[in-house]
């Protein structure tokens, strides 16, 4: 999953080595917290946050099979 | 992305060398010269070979599928992907088992993955790409759909003479809406709101 989200982000941002990308499971949930460059904030994040809300859509898509809830964090 | 730093006499024996490594033509690379070198005094003092770093050209297309194909193998999905170019469209057919993942509710998934690719492949500005992505014939199913609610809600408009709203859809599903509906000159179209969330009405 975590390689998912650096899968997705690297071909958008400029600066690939600056992505950070931790997860934190708790009780009923997995909050995976991505953190880029902050260059390339605005290309994670998209217009009107686009591109981050087609980040989380694949993201929660993969994630359906497991039983806990999904979360993505950026920034 | 494949490249090597080759040496040589002179810049052109440098490039020359480095395109036999890679087994391809001038016209495939990117050359960047690191040392043009010096012939030095009589050709034997002070001389420098010169260093060039040769690299393939990326293909944006190519990229572009392997992104695609990454990402899906990581969501625990097997596809096989079939690539097609057609000017500036590039369209990839995925199929395989499993893809109703890949598709989402009302194609949600397969429209984000869709952009995230296009922005992948249009990150170099030499070129503009459209991207279509297609799952088993969704695309095609789905337009189907729109074509049959597109003729019903115009007909309910016609006879209830209100607006019909349709719910929220990405621009080229409303393009569809328009062009069937366009031939009917009992009713007009347009779209209405802020994408993403701009919805067609059709008004009698």
């Known amino acids: 999953m975590k390689a998912l989200v650096e899968t997705i982000v690297t071909p958008l941002v400029d600066h690939p080595n600056d992505i950070v990308v931790t997860e934190n499971e708790e009780e009923h949930k997995i909050v995976y917290h991505l953190t880029v460059n902050p260059d390339d904030v605005g290309k994670v994040i998209g217009k009107n946050g686009r591109i981050a809300k087609s980040i989380r859509t694949l993201v929660y898509a993969a994630g359906t099979d497991t039983k806990k809830r999904i979360y993505l964090d950026i920034m | ?204």
């Open chain 2, 1 to 204: 992305m494949k490249q090597v730093t080759a040496t040589g006499q002179t810049v052109d024996e440098a490039v020359q060398s480095a395109l036999k490594q890679l087994n391809t033509s001038r016209d495939q690379v990117d050359i960047d010269i690191i040392d043009e070198g010096k012939k030095g005094l009589l050709g034997l003092f002070g001389s420098k070979p010169a260093i060039v770093k040769v690299s393939i050209t990326e293909n944006g297309i190519q990229q572009a599928e392997d992104y695609l194909v990454n990402i899906v193998k990581q969501m625990g999905v097997d596809v096989e992907v079939e690539t097609i170019v057609k000017d500036r469209d590039v369209y990839f057919n995925l199929t395989g088992e499993k893809i109703a993942i890949l598709i989402g509710k009302r194609g949600q998934t397969l429209n984000a993955l869709q952009y995230l690719v296009q922005l992948a492949i249009n990150r170099k500005p030499d070129q503009y790409y459209t991207v279509i992505i297609d799952a088993e014939g969704y695309r095609e199913r789905r337009r189907q759909t729109l074509e049959n609610l597109a003729t019903r809600l115009a007909d309910k408009a016609i006879q209830t003479k209100r607006d019909v709203s349709l719910e929220p859809m990405p621009s080229y599903e409303r393009k569809i809406i328009h062009t069937v509906l366009q031939k009917d000159d009992r009713i007009s179209t347009f779209s209405d709101g802020k994408e993403p969330n701009r919805f067609v009405v059709i008004r009698p």
